[in-house]
C-alpha cells in the first residue's frame, strides 16, 4: 500500500449513523462517534491529511470537525467529483495518494479517483464491491477509527502513532 497524502471522509453515515434530528427549533443535531478521534490524531501523526467532505451543510459538522483540527472542511458540496478533481490537481495528489471514506451512491463516483477506498460495515453494496477494506463497525460507531487503524496496520505506522499520541505501548 503507498503513502496515503489525503484521506477524505464523508460525515453522514460513515462518521455518524446517518440519522439526521431535529430539535424544536429546527436546529439539526449528530450524533459523532468519539471513538474516531483516536484515527483522526493517529493519521495526522503519520502525515495525513484529512478532509471532511460532505453534500449536506451543518453547525453540528462545523463544531465537531473543530475541535478534531481536520485540515479541510468542505460542506454543501454538491458535486463531489469535480471538487475533488480540481482540489487534487492544484494539490499535486495524485490517485495512489488519495484515500477515501465513505458509505453511500452519492459518494461511488468520489471514491473512484481514491487509490484506497475503506467503507463501514452498513454501506451500500455498491461501496462495498469497490472498496479495498470493510470495516466490520457501523458508521457512527468508529467505523472511521477501524479503517484508518487498519491503513496504518498495514504499513506498520498504527503502534508508534498511537504510542507518540497517548504515551502507551500497544
Known amino acids: 500500500m503507498n503513502t496515503i497524502k489525503l484521506l477524505v471522509v464523508d ?12 430539535d424544536q427549533n429546527g436546529n439539526e443535531l449528530k450524533k459523532f462517534c468519539t471513538k474516531d478521534a483516536a484515527g483522526f490524531f493517529a493519521a ?43 482540489f487534487m490537481e492544484e494539490n499535486d495528489i495524485k490517485k495512489e495518494e488519495l484515500g477515501y471514506i465513505g458509505d453511500d451512491l452519492n ?18 453494496s455498491e461501496i462495498k464491491e469497490i472498496a479495498n ?18 491503513i496504518l496496520r498495514e504499513t506498520n505506522q498504527w503502534s508508534d502513532a498511537v504510542a507518540s499520541i497517548y504515551g502507551i505501548g500497544i
Open 107 to 124: 459518494d461511488l463516483p468520489s471514491m473512484l479517483l481514491a487509490g484506497y477506498v475503506g467503507c463501514p460495515a452498513d454501506s451500500c
Open 44 to 86: 495526522r501523526r503519520v502525515g495525513m491529511k484529512i478532509m471532511v467532505l460532505t453534500g449536506r451543510e451543518s453547525e453540528a459538522t462545523t463544531r465537531r470537525m473543530t475541535e478534531m483540527k481536520v485540515d479541510y472542511l468542505y460542506q454543501n458540496v454538491k458535486n463531489k467529483v469535480k471538487f475533488l478533481m480540481k
Open 11 to 22: 460525515v453522514d453515515g460513515t462518521m455518524t449513523d446517518a440519522g439526521i434530528y431535529y
Open 133 to 150: 477494506y470493510v470495516s466490520p463497525v457501523k458508521g457512527g460507531y468508529g467505523a472511521v477509527r477501524d479503517v484508518i487503524e487498519h
